[in-house]
């Protein structure tokens, strides 16, 4: 009974499959959308995804990313997104050709999502607006289309997204975009806009995002920006905008990030009156402008902040007390302007503070004891300033959570003192440069074994570089120069061998007072290196083959030293090479051949040696001027005069 009652219910499905079949086999879709769709799959010769080789047949409601209305049956979304999720992971496909204007002919269109298509060219069609009234949502982001935003664009009533970031658009932003009464989400970052921002834009009632950044945008921020009341994301960082920053930018009682850095802004910053007046702004970016005046005690009422960053402007007078209320800062900075005054005890009190950053301004007076409570703080910059950290007090290395510790320029006199030793969070990066510290380069720094970064340049060290530093397996970067160092360097060359490639990129031990070879560069791991400077020291011996295995190098400068002997052939394998200082030694010998293999080199000193032959011809070595080349009285050929033959 019940097996039969199934198979029932099987043959009226059965048949209803059948029907459907039919209907949708025989038909066509609606032919202006057809013919729509036909013309964008001929603007496009290279699909990589293969999506567009599915679009067989006549029915192109069935076509891989098209959507109709099922009652109009007129198509009503394109989605063909660059970035495709598998189950797994996201995969980014590319497009080549043109975007067809013929897409205006989809005059049911609410969604057009061909984000992220890298090569997707051509320009947005003019008449997009007066054809595409139904649009809901633009998604012409991350391709290569180029020229203007069309005016029409402003037609689209109903556009509540315009994505249209990380192109090559330019000319202005239509004054038109005003009109979109529903925008949400208004992308337009990272293109070659210009001109001002227009005046229509604080019609956008609606708008969540504006983000403009990146672009070559200029004039002023629109005075009446305060009227976007519900905006909660504001990036107009990136551009050439200038004049003061508006007063109504306290009205964005929903702004919760704020980020209006590189550009060429001017005065003071308008700090909001009352904590009612931007209660949710979280992130604030004010960083590289010529903002002036002060921060004012009103920065209080910022309550939600969690980073600010105000660096690279010409702010003066004290930090305010009332920066230590905002308990939710996890980052301050405001490193490069001419804050004066001490800092404020109260700063002890933000306890999810992470990163404080004051270095380069006129900040004076003792370090507070109460930043000893900041338990969560990771970096801590200093440097250049007028505080009085002689001694380095104590309790610096007892913050729990510091790794990064910057206290460059402050007057420090003494050995490197030792209680870094002994820091509960393992240091990661320790700069000490520029004091007037004397003593040895301790031993126990190779018990630093995380150290990544150590920089104890021009100081008045006086000692050997300790065995123990080949420890530092981690470290990346080690500037010593300027000191009085002596003794061999090719304990550094051993550091990092943990690591197939090595981990030094960064070696100074310039203006010391070392002596010995240095046979051991390039033998072993020391490939990650892409600055390497020994120039004034006393080195000798010669510049061994293994150098050709430094294959990341940008910049090698051996000048000053009393290296000689013939210049390695294998030099040519350094291909990335920019600048090449060897002036100043005693290297004999013919220029090889193969430096005219550098082709990225852009500096070159061999001057006041012993070399001899002709110059290789052609560039970039032909291209140098004479002084590159002076004081070798055997070399010949262009630059230098002509080779007698
Ligand atoms: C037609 O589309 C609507 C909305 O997308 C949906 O709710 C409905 O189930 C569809 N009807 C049929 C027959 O597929
Ligand atoms: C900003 O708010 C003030 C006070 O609420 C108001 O007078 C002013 O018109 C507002 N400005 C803008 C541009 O909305
Ligand atoms: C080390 O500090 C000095 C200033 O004290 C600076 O000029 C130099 O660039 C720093 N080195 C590195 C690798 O950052
Ligand atoms: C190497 O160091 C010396 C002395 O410290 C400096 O004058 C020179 O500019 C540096 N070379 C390069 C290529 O940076
Ligand atoms: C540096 O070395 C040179 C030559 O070896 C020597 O004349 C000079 O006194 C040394 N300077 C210091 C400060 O050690």
Not at 108 to 132: E, R
Request: proline share 6%; hydrophobic share 35%; glycine share 10%.
């Amino acid at each position: 009974m019940g097996s039969k009652q199934l198979s029932w219910i099987h043959l009226i499905f059965i048949v209803l499959n059948v029907g459907e079949c039919k209907r949708m086999v025989g038909e066509a879709c609606d032919p202006q959308d057809l013919m729509g769709l036909t013309s964008f799959r001929a603007g496009i010769h290279v699909d990589v995804s293969g999506r567009l080789q599915k679009w067989v047949g006549h029915n192109c409601c069935k076509w891989e990313g098209v959507y109709c209305n099922n009652k109009t049956g007129r198509v009503t979304e394109i989605r063909l997104p660059g970035f495709i999720s598998t189950n797994d992971f996201i995969v980014q496909t590319s497009m080549e050709g043109r975007l067809s204007p013929s897409i205006t002919l989809l005059t049911s269109l609410q969604v057009i999502d061909l984000g992220g298509l890298i090569g997707l060219a051509g320009t947005i069609p003019p008449l997009i607006g007066n054809h595409l009234r139904k649009l809901r949502k633009l998604y012409l982001y991350c391709n290569n289309l180029g020229g203007p935003v069309p005016e029409s664009i402003g037609k689209l009533s109903r556009l509540e997204e315009l994505h249209l970031h990380e192109n090559k658009l330019s000319g202005s932003i239509p004054a038109s975009v005003g009109r979109l009464q529903n925008l949400n989400r208004l992308l337009l970052y990272s293109n070659r806009f210009s001109g001002p921002i227009p005046e229509s834009i604080t019609n956008l009632k609606n708008l969540l995002t504006l983000d403009l950044h990146g672009n070559s945008l200029s004039g002023k921020i629109p005075e009446k920006i305060g009227a976007l009341q519900v905006l909660q994301e504001l990036d107009l960082s990136d551009n050439l905008l200038n004049g003061k920053l508006p007063l109504s930018l306290t009205n964005l009682t929903a702004v919760s990030v704020l980020y209006l850095d590189t550009n060429l802004l001017e005065g003071e910053i308008p700090f909001p009156s009352s904590s009612a007046q931007m209660p949710s702004l979280s992130f604030l970016r004010l960083h590289d402008n010529r903002l002036s005046g002060r921060i004012q005690p009103t920065i209080g009422n910022l309550v939600s902040l969690q980073r600010i960053s105000l660096a690279n402007n010409r702010l003066e007078g004290s930090i305010p007390a009332t920066l230590g209320n905002l308990l939710d800062l996890t980052e301050i900075n405001l490193n490069v302007n001419k804050l004066s005054g001490q800092i404020p005890q109260s700063i002890g009190r933000l306890s999810r503070l992470m990163f404080l950053s004051l270095s380069n301004n006129l900040i004076e007076g003792q370090l507070p004891h109460e930043l000893s409570s900041l338990q969560n703080l990771q970096a801590l910059d200093l440097s250049f300033n007028r505080l009085n950290l002689s001694p380095i007090p104590k309790w610096l290395g007892e913050i729990p959570s510091l790794c990064r510790i910057s206290l460059a320029g402050l007057g420090i006199q003494g050995e490197v003192p030792d209680f870094f030793r002994t820091t509960p969070s393992p240091i990661l990066e320790l700069d000490l440069s520029s004091n007037h510290l004397t003593g040895s380069i301790p031993e126990w720094l190779g018990g630093l074994t995380r150290l990544y970064s150590l920089n104890l340049s021009r100081n008045s060290l006086v000692s050997k570089i300790p065995d123990t530093i080949t420890s530092l397996q981690d470290l990346g970067v080690l500037d010593l120069h300027s000191n009085k160092l002596t003794g061999s360097i090719v304990e550094v060359f051993k550091i990092g061998s943990r690591f197939p490639e090595g981990s030094l990129t960064y070696v100074d031990l310039s203006h010391n007072n070392f002596s010995g070879t240095i046979e051991q560069v390039g033998v072993g791991a020391q490939c990650s290196i892409k600055y390497l400077n020994l120039s004034r020291n006393y080195l000798t011996g010669r510049l061994p083959m293994s150098v050709g295995k430094l294959g990341s190098m940008r910049g090698l400068d051996l000048s000053y030293n009393e290296l000689g002997f013939t210049l390695p052939d294998s030099l040519a394998n350094v291909t990335p090479l920019e600048k090449l200082k060897l002036q100043r030694n005693r290297f004999s010998g013919q220029i090889p051949n193969g430096l005219l293999k550098l082709k990225e080199l852009k500096e070159l000193d061999l001057s006041d040696n012993l070399l001899v032959g002709k110059i290789p011809t052609g560039k970039p070595l032909s291209d140098f001027p004479w002084s590159s080349y002076s004081g070798n009285r055997g070399l010949c050929g262009k630059p230098l005069s002509p080779c007698k033959s």
